[in-house]
């Protein structure tokens, strides 16, 4: 896994392209030096051949063969490494002059090229040498051919050959190694970014990116995306706002509507009593709801539990199993507590309980008699984080709409009408689970609904 | 029942006022913070309805400065802010009881006669026996009855009897039950009281001829005998 997270990882992945990159630059533009070396070197070696010939030519037109017998004679005898081997014929083909036997096996190349390989006496030894020769007409049906050999050319051309591949090697490795320095610190910082993000996304409003490095392109790019994190949370302050407004605006009539039509119920006859009472249960779920939706933006928009109260988590699940035993006992469900050991968390007792309580209230409603809902504890060992799991024998809620049911006022389109509630319930429960540096998801319980409440 | 009301909102105070009226009690009306204090130090009322949020003296502080001069006089307070906390610093100060803005009216008055009574029937947290008509509770025994017949109640049923009878002919809100006899403060979506009071009833109403627990349309609930007779 972890070698497989390496290789995901995006400098892995960059280095790995830079480095094919890098390598086949470094391969082809060594690859032409030695080309172009090797080509020189040939080129250099055939123009001296070609600029001998033209000596020998000059030599024989002024002073005849006799002069060329002493050229030659005088070039064989100064001492140089690189030399020439020079052969003249006469008409029948015989041997005038020159350190050369007499036609060597000669292979033809363009131009009037030739190549032969012949055995030289060096320090007392026989080496096979390659040489390359150019035949001349010198005039009255004598012919000089120039030879020369190539070895330390082609010793030149290996030598070359095994530096520019080691310098390729080199250059490779030193270019991975920067390049990994260079290529991680900018990609670590994308990285870096990317966490951010998720971070961000996962904590909810109210974060910013934060990077190490506010001045390069990513600080810029951290910057920019902030702003725009500012702006998007403005809009949404704004939209949350005007509902919040309304809510509020809306509460105080409402009750002052709510109280006068109390007022009215005393003087009524009793038919039009119930139907009062009807429209005064109307109003109180209307006061809830705003009372509800207050109440998340409240818990939203503020900063999240600091510090807190001791609340022995186990005590408060037995009181909402115990508040809501009898309710669930009148509709036929079996309710059940598992919660073995006094667990203490830090929070609001009366926060949680609501949050509880809307649950348990969710999973009654939506529990069919006969069935059962269980009520679990479990602590981390160490004693680090709390797992409330609350399982129904409900419907359940289709995977597609398990993150939907957590927004204001959405209701599962199949329960509408079915069953009554205004679609805040949840919204509620998120909210204080994460007021409490908690989370809040929703599971198949097979079949049913298993609701599972994370508290630090 | 004597009432100084303290609130800066003209039309919600005149609108207590007159339901304060209605219900047959006296009310002054302060409009702000330091006419509530020198209304306060003139003359001794039951209960004090004071606003949190107000210009000059805010509410806290009004309740604040009333204790440290020795007002001991019951003092609910009424606020736009329900959070825990707000309801937490709230009591702290010297605050009795707790409303959030907007409430119904009868929350508010059942709530003022319960701190009216509170304070005109001194040492009654003391007694070690309850009654009320011919059911009796024996707080030292936890031991139950009416009439003869004794009644075996849950430890909850209990402690729902015993906040009815200690409240006997006054009117209990919903919201009153569950911070007085389940001790937390929240808003049940559903009926979870109601089904708690009618197993009660069953139980010391069910065989016998005068019911004694009566549910009051749109406020609550009343221990004692029924008003109709």
């Known amino acids: ?456 | 029942m004597n009432v100084l009301l303290v609130e800066d909102d003209k039309q919600v105070g005149e609108f207590i006022v007159a339901e304060l009226h209605a219900a047959g009690h006296s009310c002054v009306h302060a409009l702000d913070g330091e006419a509530g204090q020198r209304a306060a130090a003139d003359t001794a009322y039951d209960v004090m309805v004071i606003d949190r949020m107000m210009p000059r003296i805010d509410g806290l502080a009004l309740i604040k400065s009333l204790r440290e001069v020795g007002n001991q006089t019951p003092v609910l307070v009424l606020s736009a802010l329900g959070d825990v906390n707000d309801r937490v610093q709230g009591l702290h100060c010297g605050a009795d009881d707790y409303l959030v803005k907007p409430f119904a009216m009868v929350e508010l008055l059942a709530r003022l006669e319960v701190l009216h009574r509170r304070v005109s029937s001194p040492g009654s947290e003391m007694q070690t026996k309850l009654v009320v008509e011919d059911l009796s509770m024996d707080l030292l025994r936890q031991h139950v009855q009416r009439q003869d017949t004794p009644i075996h109640l849950q430890p909850r049923e209990y402690k729902l009897l015993e906040y009815l009878m200690r409240h006997a002919g006054q009117v209990v809100t919903r919201a009153m039950l569950l911070e007085h006899v389940w001790g937390y403060h929240f808003d049940p979506q559903t009926n979870v009281i109601d089904v708690h009071v009618s197993r009660l009833r069953q139980k010391i109403d069910k065989d016998f001829e005068q019911p004694l627990l009566t549910t009051v349309r749109g406020a609550g609930y009343r221990l004692g005998p029924s008003l109709d007779n």
């Open chain 1, 1 to 456: 896994m972890e070698i497989r997270a390496v290789a995901n990882s995006l400098t892995f992945r960059y280095i790995v392209k830079y480095v094919t990159v890098l390598s086949a630059t470094v391969f082809l533009l060594q690859g032409i030096f030695y080309l172009y070396f090797s080509y020189t070197s040939f080129k250099d070696l055939g123009d001296s051949v070609v600029d001998e010939l033209e000596t020998l030519q000059v030599v024989y037109r002024g002073q005849s063969l006799d002069g060329v017998k002493q050229y030659i004679a005088d070039r064989l005898a100064s001492p140089s490494v690189n030399r020439f081997y020079y052969l003249v014929t006469d008409q029948s083909g015989a041997k005038v002059t020159g350190d050369l036997p007499v036609a060597p096996r000669y292979r033809e190349f363009d131009d009037g090229w030739l190549g032969f390989e012949l055995a030289l006496q060096n320090w007392g030894e026989s080496i096979d040498v390659d040489f390359l020769a150019r035949p001349l007409d010198l005039g009255d049906g004598y012919k000089a051919i120039v030879a020369r050999d190539y070895a330390d050319i082609v010793e030149r051309a290996e030598l070359v050959f095994r530096t520019l591949f080691r310098v390729m090697i080199a250059t490779v490795i030193l270019g991975i190694v920067g390049g990994f320095f260079s290529a991680s610190r900018a990609l670590n910082q994308v990285e870096q970014l990317n966490r951010e993000i998720s971070r961000i996304v996962r904590a909810g409003p109210g974060q910013r990116l934060q990077v190490q490095d506010d001045k390069g392109y990513i600080g810029a790019l951290a910057t920019v995306m902030n702003q725009m994190l500012d702006q998007m949370e403005t809009l949404m302050q704004g939209v949350r706002r005007v509902s919040d407004n309304i809510a509020h605006d809306l509460r105080t009539p409402l009750t002052r509507m709510r109280n006068n039509l109390s007022q009215l119920h005393d003087r009524l006859v009793r038919a039009e009593q119930e139907q009062l009472d009807r429209i005064i249960a109307e109003c109180d779920d209307l006061l809830s709801s705003f009372n509800a939706l207050l109440r998340i933006s409240a818990l939203e928009s503020g900063s999240r539990l600091a510090g807190g109260h001791d609340v022995e988590l186990c005590a408060l699940l037995c009181d909402v199993v115990e508040l809501y035993e009898p309710l669930a006992h009148e509709r036929g469900i079996e309710l059940v507590l598992d919660a073995p050991h006094p667990q203490v968390c830090k929070g609001e007792a009366d926060l949680l309980f609501q949050m509880f309580a809307n649950i348990m209230d969710n999973s009654l409603k939506y529990t069919p008699p006969g069935g059962k809902i269980r009520v679990q504890l479990r602590t981390a060992v160490g004693g680090a984080g709390h797992t409330v799991r609350i399982d129904d024998s409900g419907p359940g809620i289709p995977v597609g709409e398990r993150k939907n049911v957590f927004r204001r006022f959405y209701r599962v389109e199949s329960s509408r009408g079915e069953h009554p509630g205004h679609g805040l319930g949840l919204s509620l429960v998120q909210a204080i689970a994460q007021y409490h540096h908690g989370t809040v998801e929703l599971a198949g319980n097979h079949p049913g609904l298993q609701v599972r409440v994370q508290l630090p």
